[in-house]
């Protein structure tokens, strides 16, 4: 079996060391921050021990943020699976079997599509298992959980059916996925694709699959089932929310166009396919290859591909050009609905691509077949140097899981203040409202993507005079607004000041009144703020922890 099978077990042993420190160091693990630890991680624990978790639509706010006025619908349904294993493990443990599940399935989906529907000589399955290894090694939004790694699986899937490949593996893949991956930010756009392969067959081919048409209904109602609750959000639910803001785009033809190339080259954060070092030179060379052996129609795949993997990335760059704001002036939901997101289709792609491009070098032997080794090996390179706990500790110098949260001092805040924590409200400057939401505090700030309007209103009088002495605060926050942050010009969009920083706030102009209106008792700061009693703010206690990123500095409204 070793002999047969060894690249295939070196491979996924590979895989396990990637994830393996999220394993044995749990807690002391480091992961991102932005749109995880700030949020997602907090908001399973938040919705889950809210009491409302099975709420039916419409019916209640999760009263731990923002004074009560968030809607249990701005969160995931009951049905997310991700939620699931928040429920069983501690929120490291559950962070962990997450990457390892959808890196493994990344892992299967692109080797299962790329061994039939791209390559399928059965010699070249070596390379595959190290380009479907590199695919599932790559960064990507932790809570999208298989919204784009699941991708080239659930392709698979919908390919055979096409292709009238009977497999229960097929109805299995497409009925599970909707539970372990997002609509809005990966399968919507996919199911899109998708619809446009049964239509080109309908327009191109004359044929009318419809084993294959109800295929992508059968997916796409379970989805919406799975999201009926952001469904409801965003169309049925009557009261104006943050999102009816939101800006119109102000970009420049040639800022698009910049915007476009950026897109391609570095990706998105939420979905990096980390191409741009090693993958995008070989694309490149490969197509000039190509086009100088005049291969076109041998290579129509590749070029195919190619073309539209760059064409997603100018819808990207061109849905923020001005240009649109004349269409959506009118039409609401292009305001609220990022339609740009069309991009989470492009680290499959890439990573196709990848696989055409190696193979096609490889069959040009003697240093082309080397140099498509090598390539690979670069590129496994490139994701295991981007690993988390090496990107974070060292690149970026970011807390672990444990030192963000800061239990043992949020605890010995509570005990200080010493009333329950649901009789009082805290703000945060200079670090996270999740960190205090974590340690069970009920707050007047946070980050969630949808909250009544009303309520960014009202809030929005605390920071008036912190937003008018920053043009880039303001915009962010009038024209955006989903972090409802107790924002401070002299910080500026920084909310990770840790215990080291010498920085101060000089000058904090806050409403102390407005506060109060919205439940405000404290503030929890990461740093001095040296006019606190001017503002209506005493002075109560500074709290450092040697376990702790922060150390947090204590302050109770006087009048």
Not at 255 to 279: C, M, P, W, Y
Not at 433 to 446: I, K, L, M, R
Request: charged content about 20%.
């Amino acid at each position: 079996m070793w002999k047969k099978h060894k690249w295939l077990i070196v491979a996924l042993l590979l895989l396990a060391i990637y994830v393996a420190p999220l394993f044995i160091l749990g807690g002391n693990s480091h992961v991102r921050i932005h749109d995880n630890l700030d949020s997602n991680m907090t908001w399973y624990k938040i919705v889950l021990d809210s009491g409302d978790y099975t709420a039916k639509v419409g019916t209640a706010n999760i009263d731990q943020i923002m004074d009560d006025s968030v809607p249990r619908d701005s969160f995931d349904s009951e049905f997310v699976g991700i939620d699931w294993l928040y429920m069983i493990f501690s929120a490291p443990i559950a962070f962990a079997v997450s990457q390892l599940i959808t890196r493994v399935f990344a892992f299967l989906g692109l080797f299962l599509w790329a061994r039939d529907y791209l390559i399928k000589d059965k010699k070249y399955l070596v390379p595959l298992y190290f380009v479907s290894l590199a695919f599932a090694l790559t960064p990507y939004w932790p809570s999208g959980m298989l919204s784009t790694l699941g991708m080239p699986l659930a392709l698979w899937a919908f390919l055979n059916i096409r292709n009238n490949r009977r497999r229960i593996w097929n109805v299995v893949i497409l009925t599970l996925l909707p539970f372990y991956s997002s609509l809005i930010l990966g399968f919507c756009f996919f199911l899109v694709m998708v619809g446009c392969i049964w239509l080109y067959d309908v327009i191109k081919k004359k044929q009318v699959n419809i084993r294959f048409l109800l295929s992508i209904i059968y997916m796409g109602l379970l989805y919406v089932v799975v999201n009926y609750r952001f469904i409801y959000a965003m169309f049925l639910h009557p009261e104006p929310d943050s999102r009816s803001e939101f800006s119109l785009p102000q970009l420049s033809f040639l800022s698009s166009i910049r915007l476009s190339f950026k897109n391609f080259i570095e990706g998105h954060t939420h979905d990096q396919a980390l191409a741009g070092f090693v993958i995008l030179p070989v694309l490149l060379l490969v197509l000039v290859l190509i086009i100088i052996k005049r291969e076109w129609v041998k290579e129509k795949l590749f070029l195919w591909l190619f073309g539209f993997n760059l064409f997603l990335s100018f819808w990207y760059g061109f849905w923020w050009y001005k240009g649109w704001n004349v269409i959506k002036e009118n039409v609401e939901i292009m305001r609220t609905f990022n339609f740009s997101r069309f991009h989470f289709l492009q680290p499959f792609l890439f990573y196709g691509l990848f696989a055409l491009a190696i193979v096609y070098l490889i069959k040009k032997g003697n240093w082309w077949r080397k140099l498509a080794y090598v390539a690979i090996v670069l590129q496994l390179v490139v994701v295991f140097a981007n690993n988390s706990e090496i990107y974070y500790r060292t690149g970026n110098g970011s807390p672990s899981i444990n030192q963000f949260y800061a239990t043992e001092q949020f605890e010995e805040i509570k005990d200080y203040i010493g009333k329950p924590q649901s009789s009082y409200r805290v703000g945060s400057i200079g670090l996270h409202p999740s960190v205090s939401q974590e340690n069970g505090f009920y707050t007047v700030d946070g980050y969630v993507n949808s909250y009544p309007l009303a309520y960014k209103k009202a809030f929005r009088k605390i920071i008036a005079g912190e937003l008018d002495k920053s043009p880039v605060l303001e915009d962010y926050y009038d024209n955006w607004g989903n972090r409802c942050y107790l924002f401070s010009a002299e910080l500026g969009k920084n909310y990770d000041f840790g215990k080291d920083s010498e920085k101060h706030i000089k000058q904090l102009d806050f409403n102390s009144e407005a506060f109060k209106a919205v439940g405000g008792e404290y503030i929890l700061s990461a740093v001095p703020i040296d006019n606190a009693a001017d503002v209506g703010l005493q002075f109560e206690k500074a709290f450092n922890n040697k376990e702790s990123y922060w150390k947090i500095y204590l302050y109770k409204v006087t009048n």
